[in-house]
């Protein structure tokens, strides 16, 4: 039988902490195959600190250890070359885990009453955590303790093996303390839009995933590549008090592409690095992402950004800049920056 007449695809939806996720399964009989997809996730610094311990039974295990007696050899030297080996070799191990590299590992033993504490650091600049791997290294390590000092203490046992801490990602920056929720404007860019010639579908998109980032949207809105069409969208929109201004469309090399030509002179202060990233992050995936003009910036305390008027463009730009980019706002009211 054909492998594709074994194989069938389901997309599950499910709630965690009050927010969606999917997730595409591929199963092969009563077996689940599957992997989460890191495609459009960005090279991040993150971090993974796990710790195990070793109990002993007797103050003499503890005397053999530091006097370095133990029949075995050094017992600290061994695990901290087994737990580097391990760390780099977890995805081997775990199904799950994606390959990644290491930029820096570490490993720390102390001695607290007849425990030894072992502290494992990993820290990598990759799409995805570490924890995993700072986790298998702590209980490497925590097995070849076990090994080398099990001929002088029967009774030796490892304890809890526990992550202590994470850092990197999206989740470093999901929360931006707000008295309020955040308003938001949608302004397409298209002149067959707007005549009716075609149907809009990055608009509508747009509008869904800002929702999706707990931002209000008050205003949708179809223009014509018109520039003092889409200059009155930014006055209207700042009139009404709108926080973040997004337009998709217009921002191209074509004659009739003139949206960064109309928000230019209208921003009281440009952030240059916001769609240098975007289109960055986009090169990854379509060649002709450099050819964006796209701006941002603010006019007067509304936040404008513009995207590109194509569908993926519209989930690139939202994956790589929400919800960083709301940290403007605590930033441009001087609550300084998060550490």
Request: charged share 20%; with cysteine.
């Amino acid at each position: 039988m054909p492998v594709r007449n074994l194989l069938s695809k389901s997309k599950k939806n499910f709630l965690f902490g009050g927010k969606k996720y999917s997730k595409t399964i591929h199963i092969s009989g009563n077996k689940i195959i599957k992997m989460v997809d890191i495609t459009h996730k960005q090279c991040t610094l993150r971090k993974g600190i796990a710790t195990a311990s070793v109990l002993t039974s007797s103050e003499i295990t503890i005397e053999a250890i530091k006097a370095g007696q133990v029949p075995k050899g050094n017992v600290y030297e061994f695990a901290r070359a087994a737990t580097l080996l391990a760390i780099k070799k977890t995805s081997d191990i775990i199904p799950d885990c994606h390959p990644l590299p290491i930029e820096y590992a570490a490993v720390d033993f102390h001695i607290e009453g007849l425990s030894i504490v072992i502290t494992v650091t990993v820290h990598t600049i990759y799409k995805t955590g570490v924890e995993v791997e700072a986790m298998h290294g702590a209980s490497v390590a925590a097995l070849v303790l076990y090994d080398m000092l099990k001929p002088i203490d029967k009774n030796i046992e490892i304890g809890s093996i526990r992550l202590l801490h994470k850092s990197g990602g999206k989740s470093d920056h999901g929360h931006v303390a707000k008295e309020r929720a955040i308003r938001a404007a949608v302004v397409v860019c298209s002149d067959s839009v707007f005549a009716g010639e075609k149907q809009d579908r990055s608009g509508l998109l747009l509008k869904e995933l800002l929702e999706e980032q707990g931002i209000e949207v008050l205003k949708f809105e179809v223009v014509p590549d018109d520039i003092a069409a889409i200059q009155n969208q930014l006055r209207a929109s700042r009139q009404a008090g709108v926080d973040i201004l997004v337009y998709t469309g217009g921002t191209g090399v074509s004659d009739r592409d003139v949206t960064p030509e109309a928000i230019l002179p209208l921003l009281t202060k440009q952030l240059p690095g916001v769609m240098e990233i975007a289109r960055q992050y986009g090169q990854q995936f379509v060649q002709t992402a450099m050819l964006s003009r796209a701006v941002a910036g603010f006019a007067d305390g509304m936040l404008v950004l513009t995207f590109p008027g194509s569908t993926n463009a519209v989930k690139e730009n939202m994956k790589v800049l929400f919800p960083q980019i709301l940290h403007v706002f605590p930033i441009k009211n001087n609550q300084g920056h998060n550490e």
